[in-house]
């Protein structure tokens, strides 16, 4: 015969096993085990390049390890491979005064909306020694395929100029693409630019860029208080774009020119 305390008993067996079950699940799901649930993720490959000066000895996460990255001056770096918070951070090992491994945060990185290619820029921070400030751009072949431009203004001044027929205006911080488009027949396009200011436009740059169909060219202007403009141009050709099932594997990556 049943009974209210059998009913109750029976009510409470079914709560906990309901309760055992859903933890279960929880504990199971690695992305809920390692990020929470509201914790977004990503996976990528990504390169990172520097103007200013070559890096080592720098460390981000990678399969609970600490994964090393270099790059040398103004050229990309070889892909790496990320899976984990779009925030990715970069690190220094260093040894404290108990003898300890710590890492020492050198930079963070956003990548929830760059692709799953991203260029990682990294620059100097000027005001904390062993930082960088970091600019994420979409680098994959979708968002930036052959026979492109991709420029992007690194400085606080206006860009102008001219690329072939089409022309470009870039604000500080702005970044754009330009098709390659040259005369029937034509190997080159016309690159010329200037530093727009309150009092004039002041000439940067001039010269002939060649151009192919499967040849794509990242532009940066960055501020060097050390040039008489105040502004250089940095120029990446990559040549005979990576096929798309086998990023592992790009083929040569020309220095600037």
Known sequence: MRTKGNDLLNTVTKALLFLCATLV???CDPALAESGPNEKTVKARFRLYVSDE???ELYYGA??????VAVDRECRS???DYSGPTAITFYRLKTNSHGSIVKEPAA???LENAGTWPLIVLSKDQENTGRYKTIVLKDDLASFPPGTYAFSNFTSSVIEGLLGASLLKLAPGENTLIPGNTEKGGTTLAASFSIITDSGKTPLYT???AITPAT???VFFISSPETPSGVVVRRLVESTIFPEESPTKPQKVNRPQ
């Open 25 to 27: 699940v929880h504990l």
């Open 54 to 56: 070559p890096i080592s």
């Open 63 to 68: 399969s609970d390890k600490d994964k090393s």
């Open 78 to 80: 070889i892909f790496y």
């Open 108 to 110: 963070q990185a956003d």
């Open 207 to 209: 010269n002939n860029w």
């Open 216 to 218: 794509r060219t990242r």
